[in-house]
């Protein structure tokens, strides 16, 4: 019989809500959609819809799940989508990287065809982008991740040529590839976008990493942009940070700091800029089963980072929530402390750069501090000096234009 060296994954679905797991199976899943949705490598959650995901397929098209329930299977027959057709063979509708947008579009990326740049509108037209005029799409190996600048610019990553950006406003294209004069990149390999709160694109490759600290002029007439690598201190001699490693995935949190999954090392922890790593887990020093570690995935109300990885799913309670829109929902935890409790209080429901002040009950101050993403961490203690005592300790919470306040209390018991 004939072999098969790459054949087509057929998986079902899970979907963890609070602490339940809802399970689709395969089979189930191809007979509510009447199609056959394999190779799933990329799940986007509609950002004004929770209960609205699409999941692309590196085979068949565009899956759209609503409330757990597989909806339809986008793809030649029902949609704008087309197969692509390589010398006169069927090389399907092989999708990956996606995102919204702020007008509630999902652009994602097309492989191996001309019109490889997607636009799915909230109405349900698919409207479609020729990349042929910077790339040949043919030649290229596969288009991959894809990042929305804060301005509405689309990025994507790609095997054989760097990383795209178009700019739907203009519509333009620019690259930028490996090396010195052609964009810095140290691999044509791209495999994982993110822009930070400060509208910076950091970029994965397959041997390092780059940052991109002007995406506004990356379509300038005339100009190829140039990325930049991070340049730390090891022992007062300069290195480049996680130089030849095998990026796969990067995610920022509530507090602008970076998660950076590896292939071989496990998952970095960065401070906003890069300068500082804050956390590294590994095989050897963490629940991780594996140092291949796929993607990273952010829950911004709760802090919880998702590591998954070659050998399985692990979790990680961070503290970086995203931060609230006012301090109506500002509380503590745990509340009360109480006796044989040695870690963190968390203090949850911050807007962006709120000042949290924490005083006794005589108006003796103890703590402060000004947020970065929506919460802030309270050893406990007097300025680091010693575990205060037991008793109330109100906290003050004053928004950046000191226009909302909001007053909480923490009970601690020794």
């Known amino acids: 019989s004939d072999f098969n060296p790459y054949p087509l994954s057929r998986y079902g679905i899970s979907h963890l809500k609070d602490t339940l797991w809802n399970n689709i199976h395969y089979e189930d899943l191809s007979a509510a959609v009447g199609g056959e949705p ?4 990329k799940v986007t959650i509609n950002p004004e819809n929770q209960n609205e995901v699409f999941m692309s397929s590196f085979e068949k098209g565009l899956l759209k799940i609503v409330e757990d329930t597989p909806t339809i299977l986008y793809n030649e027959t029902n949609s704008g989508l087309d197969k692509a057709i390589i010398n006169g063979i069927d090389a399907g ?16 990326v097309q492989s191996k065809i001309d019109e490889g740049l997607i636009k799915l509108t909230p109405g349900g037209q698919f409207q479609k982008v020729d990349i042929s005029n910077i790339i040949d799409p043919i030649s290229e190996l596969a288009l991959n991740k894809l990042a929305i600048s804060r301005d509405g610019s689309v ?8 990383l795209l950006g178009y700019n739907p406003r203009t519509d333009s294209f620019n690259r930028v590839g490996k090396g010195a004069g052609a964009g810095n990149l140290p691999s044509t390999v791209v495999r994982a976008l993110a822009f930070d709160a400060q509208n910076r694109l950091w970029i994965g490759t397959l041997r390092g990493l780059r940052v991109l600290y002007s995406p506004g002029s990356f379509f300038d007439q005339g100009q190829t942009p140039e990325s930049q690598a991070i340049i730390i201190l090891e022992n007062g001699v300069a290195q480049e940070l996680l130089y030849e490693q095998s990026i796969t995935d990067i995610e920022v949190d509530g507090s602008n700091n970076k998660w950076i999954a590896t292939a071989t090392s496990g998952v970095f922890y960065l401070s906003q800029d890069g300068q500082e790593t804050l956390l590294r887990f590994t095989k050897d020093n963490s629940p991780l089963p594996t140092n291949n570690v796929q993607d990273i995935a952010i829950d911004p109300f709760t802090g919880v980072v998702y590591f998954a990885t070659t050998q399985g ?29 040695y870690g963190n209080v968390t203090i949850d429901g911050l807007m962006a750069r709120s000042n949290v002040k924490i005083t006794d009950i005589n108006g003796s101050l103890v703590f402060e501090e000004t947020s970065e993403g ?19 300790y109100l906290v003050l919470v004053t928004s950046d234009d000191n226009l909302l306040t909001k007053v909480a209390k923490i009970m601690i018991i020794r």
């Open 38 to 41: 394999t190779d799933l490598v």
């Open 313 to 341: 799913l692990v979790a990680y309670k961070g503290s970086a929530t995203a931060p609230s829109d006012n301090l109506d929902n500002v509380h503590a935890f745990p509340n009360p402390v109480r006796p044989g409790f």
């Open 93 to 108: 509708i092989r999708l990956y990287g996606s995102q919204f947008d702020s007008q509630g579009n999902l652009w994602f």
């Open 155 to 162: 990025f994507f990553g790609t095997y054989s040529n760097g």
């Open 374 to 392: 929506g919460s802030v961490l309270w050893d406990t203690t007097a300025f680091g000096k010693y575990k205060v005592r037991s008793g109330v």
